[in-house]
């Protein structure tokens, strides 16, 4: 079986390992001049800091998946990170989260008392949910939609309370605005709004608490590192700066791939990538219209000293989080008060930099690029550099050895839909069922896999995602044999 993966992301990269242990002979189209896919490191010299995720989140999943396909834990190290961050805000106060629970109730006695009790409530429901909501949601693929419709999932969904958003829910638990939003802000990982993304993501808030925050050795694009080696150890032909242009079909069936008006012929296709992006190449099929998940305003710093910071994680919340989510997700302008992201990595981690020096990551959540010019963008990370000064460290200016700016619009000319960092927003009609499948076609031998399909964004989900496509693969495997 010769098999095309159209994109080399994790999933894409996962899916190959899996298919070559399984006896196939895999290719690796990437369009881009390095694997990875948001997974991947920025340098400049003997400087290199993440350039996409940073928070890691289900190492279990993570592991799990990597030793099928023949990675072990000695290859990639993690760290676990507790406290996992401190909220700052504009008055002084700071507030801790943590994943160790007695630790947790000790910083809320302290800052939030009326709420202990809706806390021991919250992780308890959480867990509840998590026990079933994972098996019956992030195990599971929706090919056929009949499959997500039975009785025993809309039981899950209405005890999940799925009806509600990730911002409802946690206001039916406490009375603190603030720690709403501390409850809330991480619908942000996967580019949706609080006010807008189904409750069953509440999940992902949960998971810092149940599960920890990790670090890994080297920067999280450590992890693409390991399974580019992994790649090219077990031989799958790899063509990077190389863009397909189609996938042609005939009748039910992809046949081959187009490439500079040359036809390279294969069994089986995997699309990897922004599915929007992904779908335009099977020219005769309907598009759907997606609505592209929130961008990033991301500044990369290389520093003459770390930050003054003494966290590796941290935000920074301005007056109201609401008002930047509203000014983000429905007038889609450039943030006034924005709450930012700050990554120190060179607290916990001396291999970034040169001795003594330091890398630092700033985050600002913005609209996709079709909605903000780069103009306005760039005015906005010089107003930061402000806030960086008045709030992180005012001797920040005086560090910085180097610097650069990626906004939506460099994001999209790589190729993510719209510059959205996170694939397709987590909207109700975009998650489960409603979103892309691993076989996303009425063709026989096409699937996907990625950020935009089914089970949805973040790495340990995007690996999961490329564990349902091998599951499938074998399922086809076996009825096709049994066939015969």
Known sequence: MKTAIIGGGIGGL??????????????IFEQRDKLGGRLSYHQQGAYKVDEGPTIVLLPEMITSILEQIGITEDDIQFERIDPVYPLHYKDGMTFLKWSNKEKQME???????????????????????????????????FIDKKTFWTKSNVKTLVKLKAYQTVRQQVKKYFESERLQESFALQTLYIGGAPEQTPAIYSLVSFSEHEHGVWYVKGGYARLAEVLAEAVEKHGITVHLNTKVDELVVDEQEAVGVRIENTLYSFDRFVLNGDFPNMEGLVRKQKKRAYNPSSGCLLMYMGLNEPLATEHVHQFYMGDRLDEHMKQLFDEQRVPTDPSFYVFNPSLIDSTLAPKGHGVAYVLVPVPSASKVTKEQLYQLGEEMMERLEQRVDPAIRSKIVWKHVRTPHDQQLEGLFDGGSFGIAPTLFQSGVFRPQIKPFSLQNVYAVGASVHPGGG??????????????LQEEKVAQKATK
Do not use: C, H, S, W
């Open 459 to 472: 790495i340990p989900i995007v690996m999961q995602g490329a564990k349902l496509l091998a599951d499938l």
């Open 14 to 27: 996962v899916t190959a390992l899996y298919e070559v242990l399984d006896g196939n002979d895999v290719t």
């Open 107 to 141: 910083e809320m006695t302290r800052l939030f008392p009326q709420d202990v009790e809706a806390y021991k409530q919250y992780i308890k429901d959480m867990n509840d949910r998590f026990t079933v909501g994972k098996p019956a949601f992030l195990d599971r693929a």
